[in-house]
């Protein structure tokens, strides 16, 4: 049985631009020269919400009607909702941050972290032109990949009365934060990992 897409796209807006105001905060939140003074439980704790708003989100979006002729569209372009698109690519911004400033991904000048030296407001610039500024680059990942995945892992919970899909949702999104910070703790080790690999296959003994 397909999903139900039910919702006008400006019903809902509301609640997507809440959701952009709280993942465009977490995206905030990954600035060094912000993150050392917000507390680390404050960091988990917004990880920790990060999974269970995001699956909400993606079962809400499933839901949306952005008309017929939207149906002939690319995904990207099918979107038709502003808030609808800051909120998955703001989502998908901070997931990556979490994940490249964890794990000590830079590919050349794709690196939020600014040179130490430069002053405050100029590191401040370029981690927004890093994380805001690829908005757009941001939003086609996420109709390419984010979206299509939380549309086929959320439709099964669309198909329950509302209170049981959501509060199961929930429980999934708590359960993939769980995992999420399983895999972040062995981010040390996983670099070890991968450094000591990328040294013999480009140094052999």
Same mark, same amino acid.
Do not use: K
């Given at each position: 049985?397909?999903?139900?897409?039910?919702?006008?796209?400006? !019903?809902?807006?509301?609640?997507?631009?809440?959701?952009? $105001?709280?993942?465009? /905060?977490?995206? $905030?939140?990954?600035?060094?020269? =912000?993150?050392?003074?917000?507390?680390?439980?404050?960091?988990?704790?917004?990880?920790?919400?990060?999974?269970? $708003?995001? &699956?909400? !989100?993606? +079962?809400?979006?499933?839901?949306?009607?952005?008309?017929?002729?939207a149906r002939r569209m690319p995904l990207?372009?099918?979107?038709?909702?502003?808030?609808?698109?800051?909120?998955?690519?703001?989502?998908?911004?901070?997931?990556?941050?979490?994940?490249?400033?964890?794990?000590?991904?830079? &590919?050349?000048?794709?690196?939020?972290?600014?040179?130490?030296?430069?002053?405050?407001?100029?590191?401040?610039?370029?981690?927004?032109?890093?994380?805001?500024?690829?908005?757009?680059?941001?939003?086609?990942?996420?109709?390419? !990949?984010?979206?299509?995945? $939380? @549309?086929?892992?959320?439709?099964?919970?669309? @198909?329950?009365?509302?209170?049981?899909?959501?509060?199961?949702?929930?429980?999934?999104? =708590?359960?993939? +934060?769980?995992?999420? =910070?399983?895999?972040? /703790?062995?981010?040390?080790?996983? @670099?070890?990992?991968?450094?000591?690999?990328?040294?013999?296959?480009?140094?052999?003994?």
């Open positions: 049985m397909a999903r139900r897409q039910d919702l006008p796209a400006g !019903a809902v807006a509301p609640l997507f631009w809440l959701f952009t $105001l709280v993942f465009a /905060a977490m995206v $905030l939140s990954r600035f060094d020269g =912000f993150g050392g003074q917000i507390p680390a439980p404050a960091h988990a704790a917004m990880l920790w919400a990060c999974f269970p $708003l995001l &699956l909400v !989100a993606g +079962a809400i979006e499933g839901r949306i009607d952005y008309g017929e002729h990207w372009m099918a979107i038709d909702s502003r808030p609808v698109r800051y909120t998955f690519a703001l989502a998908l911004t901070y997931l990556g941050l979490v994940a490249m400033q964890t794990f000590e991904v830079s &590919l050349g000048v794709v690196d939020p972290r600014a040179p130490a030296e430069w002053p405050p407001t100029q590191r401040l610039l370029w981690f927004l032109g890093f994380s805001f500024g690829m908005g757009f680059a941001n939003y086609l990942a996420a109709a390419g !990949a984010l979206i299509p995945g $939380l @549309r086929v892992l959320t439709a099964p919970f669309s @198909r329950l009365p509302a209170p049981v899909g959501l509060g199961l949702l929930l429980a999934l999104g =708590f359960g993939l +934060a769980a995992a999420s =910070f399983e895999l972040l /703790a062995f981010g040390p080790d996983v @670099r070890a990992g991968v450094s000591e690999a990328a040294a013999r296959v480009w140094q052999p003994e």
